[in-house]
């Protein structure tokens, strides 16, 4: 069974701080996605990484592919309270494109 | 464009009665998925169908729960004599499902599913 394994699990900071969650596996992916949720909303897609060591910037988050395609990671520069939410990374499993969802990193920006 | 649209938002049933939950997905697209969202163990895959087809069901309890996409109207995920446990935020995500099979899934906001 294919498992992610995201870190932090809850992640409190003040404004304008950096922070980094990770997202772990022993298995490789061909590609890895992450979404943010807001409280009552649906997962929106982020970012979708697809080669090993591929780095992609989205404004004040930057995405991270590992080399060997099993962990990924989300770096946020001077986060703001628009930030709050829950991230998940995500892979897909099997022939049926179906998603599997890491633990999920809840963060909370105050302002 | 419409996004992917479940209703309803909030759905509250007692023990033992049914819940139906609905999803029409985004114009154009053929292929839906289901996940359920628990606050101890996040967001996991339950059923995908395509129009008229169950394509992978892997993650649907094998009791109470089905799942339809009909040729006309939207997919129906259906809990029959829920329990406390089926309470829970419940996702549908849809994709064109042409071309290659890495297309990203779109998703609605959930349906709450209380249960008193």
């Known amino acids: 069974t294919q498992l992610l394994e995201q870190s932090p699990q809850f992640l409190s900071i003040q404004e304008g701080e950096n922070l980094t969650v990770y997202c772990n596996s022993s298995?490789?992916?061909?590609?890895l996605q992450w979404y943010r949720q807001e409280p009552g909303e649906g997962p929106v897609l982020l970012v979708t990484v697809v080669t090993g060591g591929e780095v992609k910037k989205l404004k004040r988050l930057t995405f991270q592919f590992g080399d060997a395609r099993k962990d990924s990671s989300l770096h946020i520069t001077a986060a703001q309270p628009g930030d709050t939410g829950l991230y998940l990374c995500?892979?897909?499993?099997?022939?049926?494109?179906?998603?599997?969802f890491g633990t999920g990193t809840l963060l909370a920006v105050q302002p | 464009n419409a996004g992917v649209m479940q209703n309803p938002r909030h759905l509250v049933r007692r023990r033992g009665q049914e819940a139906r939950l609905r999803c029409s997905p985004m114009?154009?697209?053929?292929?839906v998925y289901w996940y359920r969202q628990l606050p101890e163990e996040g967001l996991k895959f339950m059923v995908y169908?395509?129009?008229?087809?169950?394509?992978?069901e892997s993650g649907m309890p094998k009791e109470r729960f089905s799942a339809e996409f009909p040729k006309e109207g939207p997919s129906i995920l259906r809990i029959q004599q829920v329990v406390r446990g089926d309470s829970a935020a419940y996702f549908c995500?849809?994709?064109?499902?042409?071309?290659?099979?890495?297309?990203?899934?779109?998703f609605g906001d959930g349906t709450r599913l209380s249960i008193l």
């Open positions: 169908l395509q129009k008229e087809n169950i394509i992978d």
């Open positions: 298995s490789v992916f061909s590609s």
């Open positions: 114009k154009g697209h053929s292929h």
């Open positions: 995500a849809s994709s064109p499902g042409q071309g290659r099979s890495n297309q990203p899934q779109h």
């Open positions: 995500a892979a897909r499993g099997g022939a049926t494109n179906k998603l599997i």
